[in-house]
Antibody
């Protein structure tokens, strides 16, 4: 069955760039949409953005000036780059399949999440 | 952005109880309302999509309803494993937004 796995550094210094990758296994990335979602400690979920396998993306306007999402179909991966990070970007970052049209655009499959701390 | 307001923020109930969690959207979203369950240290899991459609594998004690911009998640016959935080999310338009969560404790 389809599985997602996030990878990347757990600690990033302020003002640096956060880079994460999500590897899709058990299926092809060359269909559907793929999203990043984050959750600051003790807080609610925040949708970051999605990318389609074609490269078309949609980014949360709150992060648009700092965020780049990309996809590598040859590796079955999609990635996130968030620049000029601050402590407010400290969160667990999840990758997920979605918005999934077959389920009214829900996020139906999630990675386990990766904790990212912004600190010097 | 569409604001999603959940209530209550927390509740405590006993095994076998029936509990209801409410989510209100700041504007019309049709039936583009999703419910997730999140247990500590775990990723959210999809429970209900399209306001009332149960995800495959989710127990039938979970149900969802919609009335205008108000949505409810009901758990009938609460079980110990239902202890979790529940989030609603609108999938009507981007940026997709979530409610602030409802923490359910089993007495």
């Amino acid at each position: 069955q389809l599985q997602l796995q996030e990878s990347g550094p757990g600690l990033v210094e302020p003002s640096e760039t956060l880079s994460l990758t999500c590897t899709v296994s058990g299926g092809s990335i060359s269909s559907d949409y793929w999203s990043w979602i984050r959750q600051p400690p003790g807080k609610a979920l925040e949708w970051i953005g999605y990318i389609y396998y074609s490269g078309r993306s949609n980014i949360n306007p709150s992060l648009k000036s700092r965020l780049t999402v990309s996809v590598d179909t040859s590796k079955n991966q999609f990635s996130l780059r968030l620049s000029s990070v601050t402590a407010a970007d400290t969160a667990v970052y999840y990758c997920a399949r979605g918005p999934y049209g077959g389920m009214h655009d829900a996020f139906d499959i999630w990675g386990q999440g990766t904790k990212v701390t912004v600190s010097s | 952005d569409i604001q999603m307001t959940q209530s209550p923020s927390s509740l405590s109930a006993s095994v076998g109880d029936r509990v209801t969690i409410t989510c209100r959207a700041s504007q019309t979203i049709g039936k583009f309302l999703i419910w997730y369950q999140q247990k500590p240290g775990k990723a959210p899991q999809l429970l209900i999509y399209a306001a009332s459609s149960l995800q495959s594998g989710v127990p039938s004690r979970f149900s969802g309803t919609a009335s205008g911009t108000d949505f409810t998640l009901t758990i009938s016959g609460l079980q110990p494993e239902d202890s979790a935080t529940y989030y609603c999310q609108q999938s009507y338009s981007t940026p997709y937004t979530f409610g602030q969560g409802t923490k359910l404790e089993i007495k």
